[in-house]
């Protein structure tokens, strides 16, 4: 079946440092990878829609200056958390998916941050 | 209205139980549903999709209902390993294509 690996699994960085993750599709090929956040207890949020060769697309209320989102390949998307601060800590997940748009998404294993 | 709901839960039941969890959604040009499973601090993962004509796999059904416009999950013969979060998630046509997740609903099955 479809695979998306999301690295590093697990961060701790310093307030006002950046923090890159990357998402990779292993086996598909995706011109469209989400980026979402969790964080304790809640709902997985849709931050940002990431397309391949083209800008990401932003949710409302998510300032796209802060999480910048590079979709270089049909395989690798990036998101990177600039100047963290410790509201960003957070449970990170990327997904694509393998089909058109009744399919349903494949889940990277997350990225958990945590900003000290 | 949210645009996905869910009954938070907790659910507690014995194995062997029969459960049942509701899901409403708010876009009536909604065409595609999913359920998924989310452990404690892991990635979620699909459990199944939702069908027009309901569908079943082992001991998970799963219904949709368009006129009420909410679909349904159930779960036959609970296992322990049953327990988790159960997330609805419905495709959302509002400009672009997204997928919108409810706040899930927490299954704990006991012996």
Known sequence: GAVVSQHPSRVICKSGTSVKIECRSLDFQATTMFWYRQFPKQSLMLMATSNEGSKATYEQGVEKDKFLINHASLTLSTLTVTSAHPEDSSFYICSAREGGLGSPLHFGNGTRLTVT | ?111
């Not at chain 2, 009954?7 to 899901?23: I, K, L, M, Q, S």
């Open chain 2, 1 to 111: 209205r949210k645009e996905v709901e869910q009954d938070p839960g907790p659910f507690n039941v014995p194995e062997g139980a029969t459960v049942a969890f509701n899901c409403t959604y708010s876009n009536s040009a909604s065409q595609s549903f999913f359920w998924y499973r989310q452990d404690c601090r892991k990635e979620p993962k699909l459990l199944m999709s939702v069908y027009s004509s309901g569908n079943e796999d082992g001991r998970f059904t799963a219904q949709l209902n368009r006129a009420s416009q909410y679909i349904s999950l159930l779960i036959r013969d609970s296992k322990l390993s049953d327990s988790a979060t159960y997330l609805c998630v419905v495709n959302w046509l509002g400009g672009y294509n997204k997928l919108i997740f409810g706040a899930g609903t927490r299954l704990a099955v006991h012996p």
